[in-house]
């Protein structure tokens, strides 16, 4: 489904700082690209899974430890 406007109806209103509308229950849908105010998981315009958490979780990097096999002469 593509966006028919009727997110708007949902749009989160505040101008609150970054970061502190997924607190507030504000949900961000990235097809509409709008913030909302909905219980759901998925955009009631179009359907889309709604952003519940600040994108700020780095991804985890798997240092690769090469064990230096010490080889004494
Ligand atoms: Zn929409
Ligand atoms: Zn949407």
Redesign the pocket.
Known sequence: MQ?????KKYKATGSTREGGRYEQGQKR?H??E?YIEWEGLW?P??GYLLRTKPRGTKPKRRKMLMKKSRLDP
């Open positions: 966006c028919n406007g009727s997110c849908c097809r509409c709008i955009c315009c179009c």
